[in-house]
């Protein structure tokens, strides 16, 4: 019995959708080339090669003979190879960690995460393993975990491919310096995005932008795990130049093939229009711009930054000096305020301190390429005064004890205050000075009579002695550092400048300097000025007079 037109067409849809489920139609990658094709032939773009339905012959095949085999055999086979293709990949995702399907991933996510896991380390909702504890069902499982390590392992393998091609033969020291393990700066920056607050950076290597490409892949892992598979904005990567933009796209594009997260650079130097219809087709999960390109963008409406979730400006200092204060300004009332955000500077002047504060209003955890004071003292402002006489010494610290008691009411902060001095009998004057400014002082080391002394303030202020064994527990809560009648060594200055406000950017330093100060004024300006603080005219001539009586 012949069958009907309907019957014909439901059997062969059936063995269309049976050949597409072979064929992996139910992926992304699928249903974005489907999307693609569509729109290039609404748009009359098509490729040559897509209107054709024959193929064509070649050198090594003039006839086309490759193609005649039968059907039937075809059918067979594509059977045979459906059934061991389903087999070996069931195999690989039981071995293999990361969704690149490569086998060659799993030592190297084994070396790089094995550090990650040891020593009470979390990265973004990773549990606390210490050395040699088992991993539990739940780490493996987590969407988030899995996705900081394959992206730790393809970003940091991809890198080292990139740099070895272009530098083949050349500078070895930068290929050495890329396949080595990672920083601490990078670590750093990973637990300080763990704990959900921002971060500010303080680093001079460019290499440095694979810390902050890491930690995008577990922001786009936890958004699809939480919104599912929308293509929005997540990341958003301000550089300063298009060859920064490029560097970071080329760091961003291991990403692609083993989490299915786009990329995409947006810079100068390439027409709008070319880049708006790449936009049009698919919005990437990365956005890595120049603040200019970026503002063009958001002002002809390309696409939103309401989904960001994480913010990184790489290179702030370079930023502000080519003039992008009115963009920055721009893209900053953009963003969602619930966007995380990280800054990187290699100098941070005046200006560049103010911008800083503006971004990062909340408690902020510090990650510095190396423990000198400029690195670790990043946005503290230090002020030097000059007086010449007790009273004039008084009125000034009565001044900044103002200043400090309204912006701890305005802010609501609970920073300390800390005041250093020179000698113990100092003590009494000081205590009654900052219990009429409404603080509440405590003595470090003092006696019994001075702790008694002490009343409950919204402030707390602390008195020690110069030379006086200090927690550096407690100096991280400091917010404000008072040396009062300085006349100590420049190198413990320093020491203490860059252990103060590890957790706020509204750092503050106050040093009141007398003639007792000249030996240490030389030293002193050295310091400020590495860590590009103004120097006043006064501590100048300070150290100019110091060094006339030692040539003398």
Known sequence: MAKGDDALAKKKNKAIRKRNR???????????????????????????????????PTPEDPFNERKKRSKRKAALDGENNADEQSASRKRSRRTEIGFDG?????????????????????????????AGEKQTDSDVTDPVVLAFRVALSAIWEGTSAVVSDKNAGGDQEVVGQLRKDVSQFEWQWWLALAQGVDVLGASSNSYHARAYVVPAATQIAAHRHTNGLLHKPIVLFLVCSREQALLVRQICKPLKKALD?????????????????????RTPEIIVATPDRLCQLLAVQAFSLGSVSYVVVDGMDDLISHGYQEEMAT?????????????????????????????????????SSDLSCPAMSACITQAVTVVTTEEAKLSKIKKILEQV????????????????VRHADQFPVLMELLQKQGFSPQALGGSPIMQSQSREGRGIALVAQYDQVIDMSMLANVEVLINYDFSWSAELYSKIVAQIA??????????????????????LIEVLEKSWQPIPHALRLLAQASSLLHSS
């Open 261 to 281: 997260i786009q990329s995409v650079s947006l810079h100068p130097g390439t027409s709008l229009k070319h880049q708006l219809d790449g936009l049009a087709v």
């Open 22 to 56: 072979r064929a992996g139609v139910d992926t992304t990658e699928f249903a974005e080339g489907v999307k693609a094709h569509k729109r290039r032939r609404k748009l009359g773009t098509r490729r040559v090669c897509e209107g054709m339905c024959y193929s064509l």
């Open 502 to 523: 590890r957790t706020t950017t509204c750092g503050r330093v106050e040093t009141l300097c007398t003639g007792a100060a000249a030996l240490q004024a030389k030293n």
């Open 331 to 367: 893209i900053k009332g953009y963003l969602p305020p619930r966007a995380k955000i990280g800054i990187l500077s290699a100098t941070f002047p005046v200006e560049v301190v103010d911008i800083t504060r503006n971004w990062l209003r909340g408690p902020v955890v510090r990650a």
């Open 405 to 420: 008691w309204k912006k701890q009411e305005a802010d609501s902060c609970s920073g300390k205050v800390l005041v250093l």
């Open 102 to 130: 490569k086998q060659k991933h799993s030592e190297v996510v084994n070396r790089t995460t094995s550090r990650a896991m040891d020593g009470n380390q979390c990265v973004n909702g990773m549990k606390d393993n210490k």
